[in-house]
């Protein structure tokens, strides 16, 4: 079973910071993809990382890459996503989700890793935390 619950979300002014939460069951959380994403008013959902327990994390949207990162807590089956330098343009609802397994990764040796997120290839998703950046 896949069970996916985010929390941390809230207002913040431009500047600040938040860690959002993703709590997973443990399955989930060692043997699937997990992948953060958020979805501003009117716009795409956006995939902006994706989590492997044993092959790391890797935060591919440009738009972010230099603001947020990954960090985890394998003994909770916990995920976070700390952001910092928050600004307007983050405003949006943020989910986690759980996708596709893991694949090898010949680049890298054979490590498995997590492509790029993107909404078609997850099937599972949280019920999503809103954050909202003021000017």
């Known amino acids: 079973q896949v069970q996916l619950a985010e929390s941390g979300g809230g207002s913040v002014q431009s500047g600040g910071s938040l860690r959002l939460s993703c709590a997973a069951s443990?399955?989930?959380?060692?043997?699937?993809?997990i992948g953060w994403f958020r979805q501003a008013p009117e716009k795409e959902r956006e995939g902006l990382a994706s989590?492997?327990?044993?092959?790391?994390?890797?935060v591919y949207a440009d738009s972010v890459v230099d603001r947020f990162t990954i960090s985890q807590d394998n003994a909770k089956n916990t995920l976070y996503l700390q952001m910092v330098s928050l600004a307007p343009e983050d405003t949006a609802m943020y989910y986690c989700?759980?996708?596709?397994?893991?694949?090898?990764?010949?680049?890298?040796?054979?490590?498995?890793?997590?492509?790029?997120?993107?909404?078609?290839?997850?099937?599972?998703w949280g019920q999503g935390t809103q954050v909202t950046v003021s000017s």
């Open positions: 989590f492997y327990t044993a092959g790391g994390t890797t």
């Open positions: 989700a759980a996708g596709p397994r893991p694949e090898r990764d010949w680049r890298y040796g054979g490590r498995y890793r997590c492509n790029a997120p993107t909404v078609s290839a997850y099937n599972y």
């Open positions: 443990r399955d989930t959380y060692s043997n699937y993809c």
